[in-house]
């Protein structure tokens, strides 16, 4: 059984009807609902990252506000390796196929925002490997 398996089946019989509908729906429908989410209840994805840094000394907070810097990945261009793009954004958000082929599909577009620096480098790394073309805002 893999580890999303295991996590399906531990969905409350209250949320199943919830979680169906999320499942089905496309990475640029799940964005918006999460944008949806943090306008309606005043919370933010970041918000565990800021909670690290409240915790650090007075030196350590201003290392993790440095570091809180976030950029954006677009993908501007997919290539002549449409497919290799695919499983490519598919293995690196954990997409379903679908999922990732709507997203490079939509190119140009924002692949995934609010990235640290060097966790954006590396997927953008990885994403031309395959023969995306991919600017980092």
Do not use: H
């Amino acid at each position: 059984m893999s580890e999303s398996e295991a996590q399906k089946d531990v969905v409350p019989a209250k949320f199943k009807d919830i979680i169906k509908t999320i499942e089905e729906m496309s990475v640029i429908d799940l964005s918006e609902l999460v944008k949806v989410f943090e306008a309606r209840f005043g919370v933010s994805a970041a918000a565990p990252q800021m909670v690290v840094a409240a915790q650090g000394n007075a030196a350590g907070a201003e290392d993790a506000g440095a570091e809180k810097a976030t950029v954006d990945l677009e993908l501007t261009a997919v290539g002549d390796q449409k497919v290799q793009v695919i499983k490519a954004v598919k293995d690196a958000l954990s997409l379903g196929l679908k999922e990732a082929k709507d997203l490079v599909d939509a190119a140009p577009s924002s692949i995934k925002k609010g990235m640290k620096k060097e966790e954006a480098e590396a997927l953008k790394k990885t994403l031309e490997t395959a023969g995306a073309t991919v600017v980092i805002k």
